[in-house]
């Protein structure tokens, strides 16, 4: 290997090896971001808030690294498709660090309430996204398309858990207009949780674009090699 | 050169049908291809360079040939238009057909062959004459005499070479006096002025600067409205910004040929992937 061949293996190396990092603390945020619900700790979800920061800081040194290697070396095939899956992999993560931020901003006003026996079961909910998410990440590390795609599968279930916290709380409401504000704060966090699923879900269709090359986002659209959607240009 | 004739031309109606057994490393499904290249194989006396390529050449695209220096790049399209004719110890097996014909049927007519696939090479060829002289050269010998006709043709080719603005107030001067860039568009003004079909180019950049470069490559995107064009370029970027097909040879094999943006993005050879990663050998 030359000295440029190697430089640009440790970058592409450099870059896995941030975002995996990047990946950790978004899954320990969520986790804590569970715990502060589960034991109404504001001061934890407080630094689960202010953690975010490290997590923004490693985007945009991704984002960076990125950039160099597609300017220095403008990758080819494989590295091609790890580079695009690992961008917007780093987008993706960034907006679940926030959602883990936005549960505790909701798990700090839920702290200032009383108690309430809310009909979601949140932590559970939780980690059903954190396991899809872990799953997801797992998928890009060991470049498994099969393994990416179950989990696609299993996003379904988030959603339909949402559906039914939103209609029991819906009902919680009329029945004790008292615990609004709680049923609604409620409402947000299931909303959050689910939005973590399709995140997971983004991440694994990127990662069948990196090992296939195929883009399974969106199923019923297909795009022309001039880049627009078939049909887009007025065709009858 | 020796074209044996035992040479397997395959008989009319008897060429391979791309649909049956078709390998989608090697055949995009071409429509209406201006080339068929069937089973080519070529010798250097005993030093085979060649093996036993297929490949069909769409009309009015860039065709890209890329691989490592030596693996037949060259050789490859000097097949095209019978240069390797002009090479005593070659042998070639197999056929090339251009629009269903044969090139190596003896009712060819070579210089008709070559009026109709030109060529430009990689170092900037120009005559020792003036810019007009260069271009009337191939018209003249094809024939064309007339005076007004003649200078129509040089201002058609000019303009088709995005040559014309830069030269048109000195036609007489030295074309030596070009700079490198203007040279190597002065030569594919040469090559058009005889109004090929095809054009073949071997590494038409390699000598240039960036500018210049680009300039080639923007005059290949118009000109291949009128013209198919097939360049050999050991660059991949090159390849894959002015390409619309992307053919990988690796010593003196057809390894993979696709749409150039699949190729790149996602090929489906290993040693495609390798090569156009950096990480070959
Ligand atoms: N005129 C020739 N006589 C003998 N061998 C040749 C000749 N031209 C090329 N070769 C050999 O054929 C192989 C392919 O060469 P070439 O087509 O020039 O490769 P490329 O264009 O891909 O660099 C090389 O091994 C080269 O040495
Ligand atoms: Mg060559």
């Given at each position: 290997?030359?000295?440029?061949e ?6 592409l ?6 975002l ?5 603390l ?13 034991r ?7 630094r ?45 993560l ?42 997801a ?5 060991s470049?498994?398309a ?8 299993r996003?379904?279930q ?5 559906e039914?916290?939103f209609?029991?709380l819906?009902?919680a ?14 409402s ?28 399974i986002?969106h199923?019923?659209l297909t795009?022309?090699?001039?880049g ?9 | 050169?020796t074209?044996?004739d ?5 008989p009319?109606?008897?060429v ?46 860039i ?7 030596g ?27 251009f629009?269903g ?5 003896p009712?060819v ?5 070559r ?13 020792p ?26 201002e058609r ?8 603005d ?23 003004a040469r090559a ?15 000598a240039?600067?960036?500018l ?21 370029t050991?660059?991949?970027?090159q390849?894959s910004?002015?390409?619309?097909y992307?053919?990988?040879?690796y010593l003196?094999?057809l ?16 040693e ?10």
């Open positions: 290997m030359t000295r440029l190697r430089h640009y293996a440790e970058q190396e450099e870059i896995s090896s941030k995996m990092r990047m990946g950790g978004v899954e320990q945020a969520i986790e804590s971001a569970l715990d502060a619900y589960e109404r700790d504001a001061e934890l979800a407080q689960v808030r202010d953690a975010d920061v490290e997590i923004n800081r490693l985007e945009l040194e991704i984002d960076q690294l990125g950039l160099e290697t597609l300017v220095r070396y403008q990758p080819a095939a494989r590295d091609l498709r790890f580079l695009i899956a690992a961008m917007q992999i780093n987008t993706d960034e907006r679940v660090g926030d959602i883990a931020s936005n549960v505790c901003k909701r798990v700090q006003e839920l702290c200032e309430e009383p108690p309430w026996e809310a009909p979601i079961d949140v932590p559970g909910m939780g980690r059903l996204a954190l396991r899809m998410l872990h799953d990440l797992d998928a890009f590390v470049g498994n099969d393994a990416a795609r179950a989990v696609i599968a996003d379904e988030l959603d339909e858990i949402m039914q916290a209609a029991d819906l009902q409401m009329r029945d004790d207009t008292a615990a609004t504000s709680r049923a609604i704060r409620h947000f966090i299931a909303k959050y949780l689910e939005r973590i699923g399709d995140q997971a879900t983004n991440i694994c269709e990127l990662v069948v674009f990196m090992v296939e090359g195929t883009v986002k199923p019923r795009v022309e090699s001039d627009t959607a078939p049909g887009s240009r007025g065709a009858p | 050169m074209t044996p035992s040479m397997p031309v395959p009319k109606g008897a391979p049908d791309a649909a049956a057994g078709r390998d989608p490393a090697l055949d995009p499904g071409i429509e209406d291809p201006i080339f068929s290249v069937h089973g080519l194989s070529l010798h250097y006396g005993d030093k085979q360079a060649l093996h036993d390529i297929s490949i069909e050449i769409p009309r009015n695209r065709t890209a040939f890329i691989g490592p220096s693996c037949g790049k060259s050789t490859f399209l000097r097949c095209f238009n019978r240069l390797n004719d002009l090479l005593d110890n070659v042998t070639i097996r197999g056929d090339i057909l629009e014909r044969s090139i190596f049927s009712e007519e070579i210089n008709t062959l009026r109709r696939i030109g060529m430009v090479f990689q170092k900037s060829n120009p005559f004459k003036s810019i007009y002289e260069n271009i009337a050269y191939g018209p003249r010998i094809h024939g064309v005499r007339d005076r007004r006709r003649l200078d129509e043709i040089v080719s000019l303009r088709a070479a995005a040559l014309w830069e030269v048109k107030d000195r036609l007489h001067d030295n074309a030596l006096g070009l700079s490198g860039g203007q040279q190597q568009r002065l030569c594919i058009i002025a005889v109004e090929p079909d095809v054009v073949l180019l071997d590494e038409p950049c390699s240039l600067d960036p210049a470069t680009a300039r080639i490559e923007e005059l290949m995107q118009d000109l291949k409205e009128n013209y198919t064009l097939i360049i050999v050991h660059s991949m970027q390849a910004r002015v390409s619309d992307t053919a990988f040879l003196g094999r390894i993979e040929y696709g749409v150039t943006e699949q190729l790149f993005i996602k090929p489906r050879k290993k495609t992937e390798d090569y156009i990663t950096g990480r070959f050998g």
